[in-house]
Structures are given as structure tokens and as C-alpha cells.
């Protein structure tokens, strides 16, 4: 077929040929050649468009999957942020908790300092013109911690109480009866050395114990203190404050302590206890 198109198309050229004049086949034939070349460009043309148009299919497949997997990534955004929001309000609630907390705290910190303040300051007057070395004391969390020497109380390695050490005795009772709902613990304790004395009790153990129930039957029957408000036990040589190798550690080794606390009640309402999660 294309054969015959280029035999006719020939065969016209040469009859052409035959009708008219040289200059006007020669321009005709230049027209025509000019016409094949166009025609040669515009197939070319439609190539490159058609070449454009797959590649621009290909980026539009591209940018459609590009854009889905943007709207995944959004629907997880939202998806998360919503139980973000929710871990936000679940934080917010938890530091709301914990402000009312520390504010609590604040408040029975304040309540403590104030009962240890107001124990202090009535310790100091009652127990005025004793001396240091003597007698210790301390208040924490509301318990009074009142430290006496055994130089005072007792002769070496006896229990019975000496009759300097009464004044003493009667301003700690003063303080016990003033704060008659609160317990009494008298503790007796000693040094490491053996008793040897034949007069003596037979070990550091009897030595303490005895030593605070003579505290204890003073503060009863001298000066007044209920009896059923008071413990008396001994800690023999197993609770020292500092080392048994010196005279003066020996020596503070050997005290009676006599602890003035809260009922047990009243004493969990001064501690920092936490309050109980729901």
C-alpha cells in the first residue's frame, strides 16, 4: 500500500512534471519536501508528548500514593492525640494530687514545728540551772527525749537513786504531769564493763533494768507521775551512744533516758504519713 502511495505520488510528479514549467515543478517539489519534514517534526512532537504524558502519570501515581500515606499519618496524628490529651488530663489530676499533698505536708510540718517549739520552750524553763553535762534533751516530732547521766542519778555500778539527783527528777515529773495524756518510757543502759563488786547486781543487764525502775518509783512515789502511764526496761550495754574506749565515752554510755510520747493515736497524727491513693 505504502508502495503504491509513493508510485502515485511519483507518477503525479512526473505528470505534473509533464504540465508544467521547470521553475513551477521545482518550487512544487520544494513545497512538498518541506511538507514531508513537517510532518517528520510533528510525529516527533507527538512522541516527546506522548513520552510527557506517561512520566506525568507516573508522578501523578506517585503523588496520589504520597497523599494517602500523608492521610494515614494524619489519621494517627489524631489517633494519638487523642490519648495524649487523655495522659495530659491523667498528668494534670496526678500534680493536682501531689500539690495537695506537699500542702498537707507543709501544714503538718508546721503543726510539728509548732508542738516542738512550745515542748522545747516549757523544757527549758522546768528543767533551768541543771547542768549540760548532765541532762540532755531533745523533741522530735513531738516526743521529748530527755537524757540523764549516770553521775548523777547513781553511784558506780549501784542503782539507788542519790538524793542531788531529786531536783532533777522533780522538774521531769513536772513536765510529765503537765502533759498527763502522753506516755512514759524510762530506759536503762550501761557501759561494757563487767560488774565485779560482790554488793553488785549480777550483770549489766540487771544494772540497767534496775537503774530505770529506780527512775521510775521516784517519778511515782515522790513526785506523783501515774504509774500506769510508765515503762521501765533495761538495754544493758547494747545500745551505746559512742565507743566504750575512752573514760568519757564509758561514761555517756551509761545514761537513763526517760521518752515522753503521744499515745499511740495522737503520735500517727504527727508523723508525715502519706495519704492513702484511691
Not at 503523588?63 to 494519638?80: F, I, R
Not at 500542702?103 to 547542768?131: E, M, P, T
Not at 564493763?193 to 517519778?219: G, Y
Not at 551512744?241 to 573514760?247: E, L
Amino acid at each position: 500500500m505504502r508502495l503504491f502511495k509513493i508510485l502515485t505520488i511519483t507518477a503525479m510528479g512526473l505528470s505534473l512534471a509533464s504540465c508544467v514549467s521547470q521553475k513551477k515543478f521545482d518550487a512544487l517539489n520544494l513545497n512538498y519536501k518541506q511538507c514531508i519534514e513537517d510532518a517528520g517534526e510533528r510525529m516527533r512532537q507527538i512522541q516527546d508528548l506522548k513520552g510527557e504524558n506517561s512520566s506525568l502519570k507516573g508522578q501523578n501515581d506517585l503523588l496520589v500514593g504520597q497523599n494517602n500515606a500523608l492521610k494515614s499519618s494524619l489519621d494517627a496524628c489524631l489517633s494519638n492525640a487523642g490519648k495524649g490529651s487523655a495522659n495530659i488530663d491523667k498528668l494534670v489530676g496526678e500534680i493536682n494530687a501531689s500539690n495537695s499533698y506537699i500542702k498537707q505536708l507543709i501544714s503538718g510540718k508546721s503543726k510539728n514545728d509548732s508542738l516542738n517549739l512550745a515542748l522545747s520552750n516549757k523544757l527549758k524553763r522546768s528543767l533551768d540551772n541543771v547542768a549540760d553535762q548532765d541532762v540532755d534533751v531533745k523533741v522530735l516530732k513531738g516526743v521529748v527525749l530527755i537524757s540523764l547521766s549516770d553521775k548523777m542519778l547513781y553511784q558506780v555500778g549501784k542503782y539507788d537513786i542519790q538524793p542531788a539527783a531529786a531536783d532533777v527528777l522533780a522538774k521531769v515529773a513536772k513536765v510529765i504531769n503537765d502533759y498527763d495524756t502522753y506516755s512514759v518510757l524510762i530506759e536503762g543502759n550501761t557501759d561494757n564493763t563487767p560488774l565485779n563488786s560482790a554488793n553488785a547486781p549480777k550483770d549489766n543487764w540487771d544494772l540497767s533494768a534496775l537503774r530505770a525502775t529506780a527512775v521510775a518509783k521516784v517519778l511515782q512515789t515522790q513526785f506523783g507521775v501515774n504509774p500506769n502511764r510508765i515503762t521501765a526496761g533495761g538495754r544493758s550495754e547494747y545500745n551505746p551512744k559512742t565507743t566504750n574506749a575512752s573514760v568519757s565515752g564509758r561514761s555517756e554510755n551509761r545514761r537513763t533516758e526517760i521518752i515522753i510520747m503521744p499515745k499511740l493515736d495522737e503520735f500517727m497524727k504527727l508523723m508525715d504519713i502519706a495519704p492513702v491513693k484511691k
